[in-house]
């Protein structure tokens, strides 16, 4: 069973720019939830996406967006990219249920020069 | 790596010994918790999980102990080996239906040969 795979693995954007990152869950898992990861803040929730819906959002400018398809492959979008978004963007895969576990990507690397 | 900023606690351990790594968690209506291995350049590792029903789970070679009673959750890793060496992360879910982890800083966890 293939894991979670998240491409592209590296992005350099200039600033002001805007990025599109995928992400294809686990087969047969229908939920996707994306993080960033920086040195200064760690792990953070950007969203969550079920069955095409939005379930849950976190605290990110609204320059921070994403969509879920009928496959429940996600992408994320991040526009007017400035250079505190360089980081480690996770998606998180997992079936959607109650409590279940969430299994993560390798991560996009993202550089905002 | 993307905790370096972070200044996280580190865990020296001698190969072979038993690793304890700890984490306070604060919000009391979190039901669902998740122990994560990331490596360097690597996406967070599913380890174990636990669920607020129980005060203990086992795997292969760790142990999760959760205390509700002062919010506390440890990972307890036996015969730690070199390939043990990464920065653990407890996450906890705090809301129900959705996959929104919250996760601490983080511990490194350094064994020596």
């Known amino acids: 069973k293939a894991g979670v795979t998240q491409t592209p693995r590296y992005l350099i954007k200039t600033r002001g720019q805007q990025v599109t990152l995928s992400c294809s869950p686990i087969?047969?898992?229908?939920?996707v939830s994306w993080y960033q990861q920086t040195p200064g803040q760690g792990l953070q929730f950007l969203f969550e996406?079920?069955?095409?819906?939005?379930?849950n959002k976190g605290n990110f400018p609204g320059r921070f967006s994403g969509r879920q398809f009928s496959n429940s492959r996600s992408e994320m979008n991040v526009s007017t990219l400035e250079l505190g978004d360089s980081a480690l963007y996770l998606c998180?895969?997992?079936?959607?249920?109650?409590?279940?576990?969430?299994?993560f990507g390798q991560g996009t690397r993202l550089t905002v020069v | 790596g993307e905790n370096v900023g972070l200044h996280l606690p580190t865990l020296s351990v001698q190969e072979g010994d038993n690793s304890i790594i700890n984490c306070a968690y604060s919000?009391?209506?979190?039901?669902?918790f998740i122990w994560y291995k990331q490596e360097s350049g690597k996406g967070p590792q599913f380890i174990i999980d636990?669920?607020?029903?129980?005060d203990k789970r086992q795997g292969q070679r760790v142990t999760v102990l959760l205390n509700k009673t002062v919010k506390h959750l440890s990972l307890q890793i036996a015969a730690t080996q070199p390939g043990d060496s990464a920065v653990y992360f407890c996450?906890?879910?705090?809301?129900?239906?959705?996959?929104?982890?919250?996760f601490g800083s983080g511990t490194k966890l350094n064994v020596k040969p």
């Open positions: 087969s047969g898992h229908r939920s």
């Open positions: 636990i669920r607020s029903n129980m």
């Open positions: 996450a906890e879910n705090s809301l129900l239906g959705s996959d929104k982890f919250y």
């Open positions: 996406y079920f069955s095409e819906t939005q379930r």
């Open positions: 919000n009391s209506a979190s039901d669902y």
């Open positions: 998180a895969s997992s079936s959607g249920a109650l409590n279940t576990e969430a299994f």
